[in-house]
């Protein structure tokens, strides 16, 4: 299984950027993910999840800010994050729950955002 993360970057308060993960190895479009983030000094804090049949859920701090989404022709899921703060600095990551896996068992390396004026 591999997954990697892309997309991060430097971006100003108010700002816009979209994240990728792209994975392979496993049945994708069958697969939940995940977005989770770690902010310098701090734990690893859940973003965002989205299943195989397209539900998805979020942290309350990124409702209506954030959007995740998935392209299973691509293996790729996607977050949208829109009206960045500098809180929402941290290296973000992508994680992925196989079929019949009780846990997201293989993340990726992570991708950076920090938002500063």
């Known amino acids: 299984v591999q997954v990697v993360e892309s997309g991060g970057g430097l971006v100003q308060p108010g700002g816009s950027l979209r994240l990728s993960c792209a994975a392979s190895?496993?049945?994708?479009?069958?697969?939940?993910l995940s977005w989770a983030r770690q902010a310098p000094g701090k734990g690893r804090e859940w973003v965002s999840n989205i299943f195989a049949d397209g539900s998805t859920y979020y942290a309350d701090s990124m409702k209506g800010r954030f959007t995740i989404s998935r392209d299973n022709a691509k293996n790729a899921v996607y977050l949208q994050m829109n009206s960045l703060k500098p809180e929402d600095t941290a290296v973000y990551y992508c994680?992925?729950?196989?079929?019949?896996?009780?846990?997201?068992?293989?993340w990726g390396q992570g991708t950076r955002v920090s938002v500063s004026a």
């Open positions: 190895g496993f049945t994708f479009s069958r697969s939940a």
């Open positions: 994680g992925v729950r196989r079929l019949g896996s009780p846990r997201y068992d293989y």
